[in-house]
Nanobody, 127 residues
Framework: QVQLLESGGGLVQAGGSLRLSCAAS????????MGWFRQAPGKEREFVAA????????YYADSVKGRFTISRDNAKNTMYLQMNNLKPEDTAVYYC????????????????????WGQGTQVTVSS
């Protein structure tokens, strides 16, 4: 059973930066595809970024491309989301997600593909 724990959220002014971390336990981290999603009040959960388990290929939502960077350290069982030039519209609860990906293909942007979720961390960007 994989467990995910996010950290690094907080309050920041527009134009600032934050780095989110997602620590994983209970599985072979290197065989899981990982992703970040976010949910703002009154809105549906949306895809932010993902990183493949084997190739390390990265994927981003258009709204964060060029500002956010996803990365992973398999030796530390940890995934990161570096968020720069934050905007008020980035305010949301950010969730990390994992999917056992060995030998499978899936749509990295779809929340239903991921079987494991963290509890979320709040990011608030003030204008």
């Amino acid at each position: 059973q994989v467990q995910l724990l996010e950290s690094g959220g907080g309050l920041v002014q527009a134009g600032g930066s934050l780095r989110l971390s997602c620590a994983a336990s209970g599985g072979t981290f290197s065989t899981y595809g990982m992703g970040w999603f976010r949910q703002a009040p009154g809105k549906e959960r949306e895809f932010v970024a993902a990183i493949s388990w084997f190739t390390g290929n990265t994927y981003y939502a258009d709204s964060v491309k060029g500002r956010f960077t996803i990365s992973r350290d398999n030796a530390k069982n940890t995934m990161y989301l570096q968020m720069n030039n934050l905007k008020p519209e980035d305010t949301a609860v950010y969730y990390c997600a994992a999917k056992y990906a060995l030998g499978t293909s899936y749509d990295v942007t779809e929340a239903y593909e991921y079987g494991y979720w963290g509890q979320g961390t709040q990011v608030t960007v003030s204008s």
